[in-house]
């Protein structure tokens, strides 16, 4: 719900404030993660002392194979089900060869759920006891990533031009485009009412208007719907202008800060500014 209504309900500083925090906690529980599995490591080859090499070796490229085995048969079966299913003409345009698919199956690589999975293992039963093959799951599990990220990972990209796979459009991409689009137009269907307002500046309607009028052309010539009149070029030249003046900024407020004319907090409040409309420049 919250996921939904957050951008009705919430403010453009506790969104921006949400996804900075969210995205440092992904990185650390992964982190975390990684390095409790390295550090039970030693602990799991100690537990299977016992038993031949080969046999958590084999037990864990049986299931490797496994894992990848049943990739390919839910990629290679299910969206044929699909297929059958729903008819639409918006589903027919997702539709992808067997090599992207191929491509798509090498690309499930095992992590961060799969570590959580294995070490939420209890290490006792409810009588008491230890939980029996405890260390061999974990083993496994490790083997499995192990196999998946290192492996898979890394022969990913000679897969892919085996294949001969190009990018055959980018939907999201599309998607983004037309937003923006959509958006710049509403900017400017705002402005025509706000015009009307008494409390309005005409000098700061017109600035205002040739910012999105400039938007509206460049996406618009992005998406095809216009002749590109060397707009892309000059919005380019743009950032890079912008990119030099904010790197010039950024040193003087350093410079500021280093001889003691303003504090470390004033520095972090400005340039969160100069970040923010850095961020903006692509757009």
Request: glycine share 8%; proline share 4%; hydrophobic share 50%.
């Amino acid at each position: 719900y919250l996921g939904w209504r957050a951008p009705e309900i919430s403010s453009p500083e506790s969104r921006m404030q949400g996804f900075a925090l969210w995205s440092i906690l992904t990185f650390l529980l992964n982190a975390a993660l990684f390095i409790l599995i390295g550090l039970q490591l030693p602990v799991i080859v100690d537990g299977l002392a016992g038993r031949p090499w080969l046999e958590p070796v084999g037990y864990a490229a049986m299931v490797a194979a496994a894992v990848i085995a049943t990739r390919f048969l839910w990629v290679f079966t299910v969206p044929y089900v699909i297929r059958a299913i729903d008819r639409r003409p918006q589903q027919r345009l997702r539709r992808v060869g067997v090599r992207p698919r191929v491509v798509v199956v090498w690309s499930g690589m095992r992590g961060a759920v799969s570590l959580a999975a294995a070490l939420a293992l209890p290490l006792d039963t409810d009588a008491g006891a230890p939980l029996p093959d405890r260390e061999l799951v974990l083993f496994i599990t490790f083997a499995v990533i192990l196999v998946t990220v290192v492996g898979q990972g890394l022969t990913l990209p000679m897969l892919i031009r085996w294949l001969g796979v190009g990018e055959e459009g980018d939907d999201e991409g599309a998607e983004e485009l037309r937003a923006r689009l959509t958006t710049a137009k509403a900017a400017i269907d705002s402005l025509d009412q706000l015009e009307t307002e008494d409390w309005t500046r005409d000098d700061t309607i017109e600035r205002v208007r040739a910012l999105y009028e400039f938007r509206k052309r460049r996406f618009a010539a992005q998406a095809g719907k216009i002749e590109d009149d060397g707009i892309e070029d000059r919005s380019l030249t743009y950032q890079r202008m912008m990119h030099i003046i904010f790197g010039a900024q950024r040193q003087a407020l350093v410079g500021l800060r280093n001889r003691g004319e303003i504090s470390s907090e004033v520095m972090r409040r400005i340039e969160r500014e100069l970040d923010l409309e850095e961020s903006r420049l692509e757009v």
